[in-house]
């Protein structure tokens, strides 16, 4: 077979604009999920547990009488966790472990510093009091989602962490379970969609109103996120997966078709560009992606997706690579070249960065340590990976003296009256010579 995909030479007159429109993506919902979303979401402002339980009748077909029974005690969590085979079990605490120690080193802390005046001028660091945690449920269910985004929440210090994970047709994914049972979480209900997403922004008679809400969903939980932002805090809204590889031509082509596999198998607007400046390794590369993909059991989303949105690219050289990558701002850079840190210097916009040709993707996505939640849509031009600090605020602290409070006094004065504010500029002169 040959497998579709588009092949790009940067020497090409018309090269930026043809990788522009392969980059190009509408993150806006469809009409008909906004209009859903926004009447789901009023009416659980409205009627709170009423509401959630008639959609989670609708959507889920659980039947529930109260949202006591949409709860789950701890008891069924140490259960799922004590149902796991043993491998199971050793993978999710090791991955767990690994994920606490790397998040631990991200703790901010407060800090103060003293002026000769007097003066002290700091920082308070506090963790948010309570968090809300979305995990997928049914089939796509993820429990290296609830370690990573559970974990720096809990080392941050958060009081209460709540999950909301949809069980449709009372379907339950152990694993997913198992990792709240490890990481901490404080109480699990089995709701889901936009009207979980309410219940956590706004509050019902059941679940308490949360500071911020993290984790993924399905276009109608991006949406509804979209929208109470402002009322509560947000990760992200985070678009289709990518995977951006760099290559010099050496290294095994079939593990870079696997790793375009990788992230192509998501869903058809997953994205996977390989960047090389050999070109009979990209002819090697397509070749193996010709030869793998009848064997994959996702070989049609994942030949969907490289049609729709992947690339193999032919560059003049290694520095022009990191060029595209920056432009490119990709949510995974992995980079398989035979001296990959002589990069890490050149590169400026990436979620993540993967080294060698043994630090594949996908070992970042469950147990490296690093958080899997990373930018995406080229936001990682401006955000950075979910970590301690997302659930950690800071406040500032002014502790002027007297003496300080003269100098300071006459500038703030000078510059209130420049801005026409007059009771502030008299505000800061009534402090001198007092």
Not at 163 to 177: A, D, F, K, S
Not at 336 to 355: N, Q, S, Y
Not at 360 to 374: I, Q, S
Request: hydrophobic letters at 45%.
């Amino acid at each position: 077979m040959n497998t579709a995909i588009s092949r790009l030479d940067s020497d090409a007159p018309d090269f930026l604009k043809t990788l522009d429109r392969l980059l190009a993506f509408d993150a806006s919902a469809d009409e008909a999920i906004e209009t859903a979303v926004a009447g789901i979401l009023r009416d659980v402002r409205a009627r709170g547990d009423a509401a959630v339980l008639d959609c989670t009748r609708r959507f889920d077909r659980l039947d529930a009488g109260s949202m006591v029974e949409l709860e789950l005690p701890r008891s069924v969590l140490d259960e799922a966790y004590a149902s796991l085979t043993d491998v199971q079990r050793g993978a999710l605490v090791d991955a767990a472990e690994r994920v606490r120690l790397y998040h631990e080193r991200q703790r901010l802390t407060s800090w103060e510093y003293t002026e000769a005046d007097g003066t002290r001028l700091g920082q308070k660091v506090t963790p948010l009091d309570r968090v809300g945690l979305y995990v997928p449920g049914g089939r796509a269910s993820y429990p290296s989602s609830v370690l990573m985004n559970a974990i720096p929440a809990k080392v941050a210090g958060v009081s209460e962490l709540i999950m909301v994970v949809p069980t449709p047709g009372g379907e339950r994914n152990p694993l997913v379970l198992a990792a709240a049972a490890i990481t901490g979480v404080d109480r699990v209900f089995t709701i889901g969609g936009a009207q979980a997403v309410g219940a956590l922004a706004y509050g019902t008679q059941t679940i308490p109103q949360v500071d911020k809400i993290v984790g993924p969903g399905n276009a109608y939980v991006a949406s509804a996120k979209r929208r109470v932002f402002g009322t509560v805090g947000i990760d992200m809204v985070a678009g289709p997966s990518e995977v951006l590889v760099i290559s010099d031509g050496h290294g095994n082509p079939d593990w870079v078709a696997m790793d375009l596999f990788a992230q192509a198998e998501h869903d058809e607007l997953a994205q996977s560009i390989l960047l090389c400046t050999d070109a009979v390794f990209l002819d090697r590369v397509h070749s193996a992606i010709d030869r793998l993909l009848p064997g994959m059991p996702r070989r049609d989303t994942i030949a969907a997706s490289l049609a729709n949105r992947g690339a193999l690219i032919k560059v003049r050289d290694l520095g022009e690579a990191c060029d595209i990558a920056n432009r490119i701002a990709p949510e995974h850079l992995e980079i398989c070249t035979e001296d990959p840190r002589a990069l890490v210097d050149r590169i400026r916009h990436a979620g993540a960065m993967f080294l060698g040709h043994y630090s594949v993707e996908a070992l970042g996505d469950y147990c490296a340590g690093p958080n899997h939640v990373l930018p995406t849509m080229r936001s990682a031009r401006f955000s950075s990976p979910l970590g301690v600090y997302d659930f950690q605020k800071r406040t500032s602290i002014l502790d002027i003296s007297s003496e300080g409070a003269q100098t300071l006094g006459r500038i703030a004065s000078v510059l209130a009256h420049g801005e026409g504010l007059q009771a502030h500029a008299m505000s800061a002169e009534f402090r001198i010579g007092e």
